[in-house]
């Protein structure tokens, strides 16, 4: 089989199994289920939106979280404002794109280093953690929005059916929203990453100085992407502050920032389902990992109920063990097992004297 | 004398208190071929570095059909008409050979042309059963080759060429001077290269660069008879 055949497989597979997903699980699942899902639907989206910046353009941004708060607060905000979602929804993306555009342009065109970059990054979200959270008295409010501060926005009302505010969608119709847009992201990616930009993307990932002595510039390409990265990262935020109704600065927390990143070194980099995949275990284990209480004095009951804890050396053993991630390793032990497969098959053509002596 | 197809007028950098390359003065007719020599620190390299906009001269310009480009961006250059190919293989190493040489030949024909471009220059430098491989797994030598279906993809008007015989065998060696040749009925080029039998497989005109500066410009048989070149150069690779 070649390589664009593969691909289709690939493609077909994710497209039954997600549809299969999206129509059968409310209806085997209770509703708590459900909720549980949606959320990892949702983080899945912002999985992704690294996974396009990181895993394809070769951007290590640490601040994916700055988006995904942009566009969560943006949501929140527009929303006790305008009352009707079509508008902050879109906003919930167009913020964070030109907050990233803006950003971006000061940091590709002023040719600021990969290291500078993840600093950058990473203090920009810090700084909206500390701003947003130090507006907690009633002066701070943006229209008719009150900030909060660290008590967060609470009360956020939900999306509604374009056009008609009352037709607001229930939780089922969250789970139903979130998955379709994690799949027309998923597919939207591929499209992309399947065109003329999403191969020159790759190529200046791969070499950045080539890609511009062929006459690419590479500053427009990375600022193109990494204001992709952040609309997609705000709609994941959108649908975050939808799936709550409720947003708190801790959006935009060390922790927040940290998790996405361990999503994609888990999953993978260079791969689009690898980091879903990430993201959901992840998420998945941290969840049974929670909710397992200490049942007993034993040490060990009380060291497997730390979260922090047991993530954080899967996620050494992963750089060190499995620095290419999920996927792409399991991908070279297939290829490995094929090539095998193929000398056996020769071999068996002709018989060689192989431990015979 | 015909408008050159690329000049530098006292051409100049300098990095902290070193020269790199001093006050250089240099001409490139249309269609011409010339090498350039000299010691490793010469300042050739640089010297490439600052005609494709990878570094910006301290002082002096560099004019590439009467357009000064001496502060223009690497890619801008490119897509005026410059093309390089670098010392050490510059390759895209986790793509395949096609998609190497697609990226390349897709800045100029962003369409569905540049498959059958790619197709083309597959077959001319003998890389077709090697497209689906990835550039990084290549030997050396079939490296320098991608590089070069790159460069030629851009269909550039002057290709730099930065040591492209270094590090092959006898016979890549020949087929390299025969295809730098056959570029040359078409394109301008400039080969930094130490190899001298190589030079004199190709070269006519030939620039000397000695510690940052030209030392003498002239055929490549004068050039080989000049006792300050041997001196400097030809001497030491004799001796070595």
Redesign the interface.
């Known amino acids: 089989m070649n390589?664009r055949a593969l691909n289709f497989v690939g493609l077909a597979i994710v497209g039954i199994f997600g549809l299969a997903f999206l129509v059968l699980t409310p209806r085997f699942l209770d509703l708590d289920a459900v909720l549980e899902l949606t959320v990892y639907m949702i983080m899945a989206i912002l999985a992704l939106s690294l996974a396009l910046v990181w895993g394809y353009g070769g951007i290590l941004c640490f601040g994916q979280s700055a988006f995904f708060g942009l566009g969560a607060y943006t949501y929140a905000i527009a929303m006790f404002n305008v009352g009707e979602s079509t508008i902050p929804f879109m906003m919930a993306m167009a913020v964070p794109a030109a907050f990233a555009a803006l950003l971006g342009y000061f940091i590709f065109y002023g040719r600021i280093s990969d290291v500078y970059l993840g600093v950058i990054t990473l203090t920009v979200t810090l700084i909206l953690f500390n701003s947003i959270n130090s507006t907690a008295g009633p002066e701070f409010h943006i229209g008719a929005a009150k900030l909060g501060g660290f008590n967060g926005i609470p009360g956020i009302p939900s999306l509604n059916i374009p056009g008609d505010k009352n037709a607001q969608i229930d939780l089922e119709g969250m789970f139903y929203l979130s998955t379709a847009a994690l799949l027309a992201t998923y597919f939207g990616l591929r499209l992309l990453l399947a065109s003329?930009f999403g191969?020159?993307i790759?190529?200046i990932r791969?070499?950045e100085?080539?890609?511009?002595?062929?006459?690419?510039?590479?500053r427009a390409y990375k600022l193109a992407t990494f204001t992709i990265g952040a609309a997609l990262a705000g709609l994941a935020g959108c649908l975050f502050a939808n799936w709550g109704s409720f947003v708190s600065p801790t959006i935009f927390g060390l922790a927040q920032s940290a998790q996405i990143i361990i999503w994609v070194i888990v999953g993978g980099r260079g791969t689009l389902i690898g980091p879903i995949i990430g993201c959901i275990g992840i998420q998945w284990l941290s969840a049974s990992l929670g909710a397992n209480q200490p049942a007993g004095s034993g040490s060990w009951a009380s060291l497997l109920s730390n979260a922090p804890l047991i993530l954080g050396a899967i996620l050494i053993a992963f750089v060190l063990l499995v620095p290419k991630g999920l996927l792409p390793t399991l991908g070279d032990w297939g290829q490995a097992l094929l090539r095998q497969r193929a000398r056996e098959a020769v071999a068996g053509v002709e018989p060689l004297p192989v431990g015979k002596e | 004398m015909e408008e050159p197809l690329l000049e530098t007028r006292d051409l100049s950098m300098h990095f902290g208190g070193v020269r790199a390359v001093r006050n250089v003065n240099f001409r490139l007719a249309p269609g011409e071929l010339r090498c350039l020599i000299g010691p490793n620190g010469a300042g050739k390299s640089t010297f490439f570095k600052m005609l494709?906009g990878?570094l910006h001269p301290t002082q002096g310009v560099v004019l590439f059909r009467g357009r000064d480009i001496s502060r223009a961006?690497?890619?801008e250059i490119?897509?005026l008409g410059i093309?390089?190919k670098t010392q050490v293989p510059?390759?895209?190493?986790?793509?395949s050979v096609r998609?190497n040489i697609?990226?390349?030949a897709?800045?100029?024909h962003?369409g569905r042309r540049a498959n059958a471009l790619v197709d083309e220059m597959l077959e001319r430098l003998g890389l077709t059963g090697a497209a689906?491989r990835l550039v990084g797994q290549l030997a050396h030598g079939q490296r320098q080759w991608v590089e070069l279906g790159?460069v030629l993809s851009?269909d550039p008007q002057l290709i730099l060429l930065d040591e492209p015989a270094a590090g092959m065998t006898h016979e890549e060696v020949n087929r390299t001077a025969e295809l730098v040749r056959e570029i040359n009925r078409s394109k301008a080029l400039i080969i930094v290269e130490h190899d001298m039998q190589f030079i004199r497989m190709i070269a006519k005109q030939v620039t000397v660069f000695n510690q940052g500066a030209v030392l003498v410009e002239d055929n490549v048989e004068n050039i080989m008879r000049n006792p300050l070149v041997r001196d400097i150069y030809l001497g030491k690779q004799a001796a070595a």
């Open positions: 390589v003329r191969r020159i790759v190529g791969e070499n100085r080539r890609a511009e002595l062929l006459g690419y510039d590479p | 494709t990878q961006q690497a890619h490119a897509r093309g390089i510059s390759v895209f190493d986790g793509l998609e697609w990226l390349s897709s800045r100029i962003p689906q790159i851009t």
